[in-house]
């Protein structure tokens, strides 16, 4: 099986930054992407930056500028730089990996996710 493993959360102050991370392990064939949504209390699991295997980055409008995403494609990680931190930048942060597996001598594509991470910013 595939796990995602993220970590970094916490509390920060508006203007501080966070790094969050995320580690997949497990019976992996095959990374196509790696990136980060995020959930607030209310609203829909939104995305915030992706990052292809290739290098290929998007990013939300709203963290343009602010947060940075990279990977480590040998480690299977994921890291996201968040700076310039806003009140709207709280929520649960979910790392997400889209990647292939290989079962019984098939290739299976699918999108795993890890635990959540809260971030809050607040003074």
């Known amino acids: 099986q595939v796990q995602l493993v993220e970590s970094g959360g916490g509390l920060v102050q508006p203007g501080g930054s966070l790094r969050l991370s995320c580690a997949a392990s497990?019976?992996?064939?095959?990374?196509?992407?790696m990136g980060w949504y995020r959930q607030a209390p209310g609203k829909q699991r939104e995305l915030v930056a992706v990052m292809s295997s290739g290098g290929i980055t998007h990013y939300a409008d709203s963290v343009k500028g602010r947060f940075t995403i990279s990977r480590d494609n040998a480690k299977n990680t994921v890291d996201l730089l968040m700076n310039s931190l806003k009140p709207e930048d709280t929520a649960v942060y979910y790392c997400?990996?889209?990647?292939?597996?290989?079962?019984?001598?098939?290739?299976?594509?699918?999108?795993?996710w890890g635990q959540g991470t809260q971030v809050t910013v607040s003074s």
């Open positions: 997400n990996a889209d990647l292939t597996i290989v079962r019984t001598g098939m290739r299976i594509r699918s999108d795993y």
């Open positions: 497990g019976s992996i064939f095959s990374i196509v992407a």
